[in-house]
């Protein structure tokens, strides 16, 4: 069984413990692609150790030094703005992993189905712009989207065996973020540094940021409906701050279904990778008797109402999630670079879905417009 892969955001969070996964188990997987945006030094030392046939540099003005390193050992350099959705079409790849952050994992990926490759996806707004139009390809060009979000793994790893068996409904749990209990007096005035830390993960900063507001959880309600084929009204969130049930499903005889472990990114991404296999791994084991509570709570949805904002577009459908996702990558940057507060985020969201053109039954092109046209509004919006 050996995979060849394509890792898209190799020099992340996802994309570096995906090359630990690799490298744990050099017979079952090689290396045919690594890309990145900006972190060249890190790029060059991934390409020197694992010896892709291609990497993909996407920032243009760091083209010469990539090129100047991995030039001599035979690996091929790209650069440009179609690079990523040519190079995951190379004859060699079986699977690509999408570990690249926000809307620009949606074309790659689409060019990547197209070409028959599987896709083992962490890139959750791929399938929060465009699901419908994603997942139908996927089924026209027969090929598997596989989760690596641990919520959806979970979900998908309580269903292999009962793909025949009908959902009731699937609940996914939520660890609350690092303002889990707090009021909207309290998160007025939270900083960038307050909110990048997360109690259970360490991640990049953009899911960082959407794990403090629970946008995070509404990407993956959508990003849920999509994977499992759920109506909104079968998909239920629940706070469980200590993140150790990953997500669970319930079906038409009550009976639920959990997937457990210690909050490890690289048992998802591993599952994904090596489907339908489980490969023997030396990850930490989870002790019970470390945990004497697991606890479980509703999500404050007042003060966190981006994860409303996400049930909303579900319910609206069209290209109202591509609206959400959009001004939600504008708010996350510009909280970021501290130019708005906490909550503005989610006002900043509320008026582009009331503001932009919605369309009902979007084409790929729709998608591309709304994502030009909310970016174009949010960039507007004054407080
Ligand atoms: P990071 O920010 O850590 O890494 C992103 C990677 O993508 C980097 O390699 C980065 O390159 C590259 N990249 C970023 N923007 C672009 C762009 N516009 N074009 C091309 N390449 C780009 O993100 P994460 O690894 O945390 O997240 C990746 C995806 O996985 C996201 O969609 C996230 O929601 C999802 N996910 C992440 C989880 C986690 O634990 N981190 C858990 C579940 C889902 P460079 O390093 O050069 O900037
Ligand atoms: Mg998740």
């Given at each position: 069984?050996?995979?060849?892969l ?8 996802i ?6 996964v690799v ?17 060249a ?9 694992f ?5 993909v ?9 990539v ?11 790209y ?9 995951v079409?190379m004859?060699s ?11 620009a994992?949606?074309?790659p ?5 197209k070409?028959?490759k599987?896709i083992a996806?962490a ?9 419908e ?6 089924a026209?060009?027969r090929?598997?989207i ?14 292999v065996?009962?793909?025949?068996n009908?959902i009731e409904?699937?609940?996914l ?6 303002f889990l ?26 899911i960082?940021i959407d ?19 759920l109506?909104?009204d079968?998909?239920?969130v629940?706070?469980?701050p ?8 319930q079906?038409?005889?009550g009976s639920?279904k ?14 994904a ?5 489980r ?12 945990y ?6 509703q999500?404050?949805?007042?003060t ?5 904002f996400?049930?909303?577009?579900l319910n ?8 959400v ?23 900043l ?9 919605f ?22 919006f004054?407080?």
């Amino acid at each position: 069984m050996k995979r060849n892969l394509a890792i898209l955001g190799s020099t992340g969070s996802i994309g570096t413990q995906a090359l630990e996964v690799v490298a744990a188990n050099p017979d079952i997987f090689e290396i045919e692609v690594l890309t990145a945006q900006n972190n060249a030094d890190l790029l060059i030392e991934q390409a020197i150790r694992f010896r892709p046939n291609v990497v993909v540099i996407s920032n243009e003005t760091l083209y010469d030094k990539v090129f100047s390193a991995l030039d001599p050992l035979d690996i091929k350099v790209y650069t440009g703005e179609k690079s990523l959705s040519s190079v995951v079409q190379m004859e060699s790849i079986n699977m690509v992993l999408t570990a690249l952050v926000g809307y620009a994992g949606l074309i790659p990926t689409i060019a990547a189905i197209k070409a028959g490759k599987h896709i083992a996806l962490a890139n959750k707004e791929t399938l929060v712009v465009a699901g419908e139009l994603v997942t139908g390809l996927a089924a026209k060009n027969r090929v598997d989207i596989l989760p690596v979000d641990s919520e959806h793994s979970a979900i998908f790893q309580c269903l292999v065996g009962e793909f025949h068996n009908p959902i009731e409904k699937i609940i996914l749990t939520a660890s609350g973020g690092p303002f889990l209990g707090k009021d909207r007096e309290f998160l007025k005035n939270v900083t960038k540094l307050q909110a990048l830390k997360h109690p259970n993960w360490s991640m990049g900063a953009k899911i960082t940021i959407d794990s403090a507001s629970l946008m995070n959880k509404g990407l993956e309600v959508i990003e849920a409906k999509w994977l499992f084929g759920l109506t909104p009204d079968q998909i239920e969130v629940v706070v469980h701050p200590q993140s150790i049930i990953h997500s669970m499903v319930q079906f038409e005889d009550g009976s639920i279904k959990a997937q457990m472990g210690l909050p490890d990114m690289r048992v998802p991404i591993q599952f994904a990778l090596s489907y339908p296999a489980r490969l023997k791994s030396d990850f930490p084991r989870f002790d019970f008797s470390k945990y004497p509570s697991l606890t479980f709570q509703q999500p404050d949805l007042q003060t966190f109402r981006n994860l409303g904002f996400a049930f909303e577009a579900l319910n609206q459908g069209g290209n109202m999630a591509c609206i959400v996702n959009a001004a939600n990558e504008i708010a996350v940057a510009s909280f970021l670079r501290d130019e708005i507060g906490f909550l503005e985020m989610s006002d900043l969201i509320e008026d582009c879905m009331q503001r932009v053109s919605f369309v009902k039954t979007p084409t790929l092109e729709d998608y591309i417009k709304t994502d030009e046209e909310t970016r174009r509004r949010a960039l507007e919006f004054s407080f």
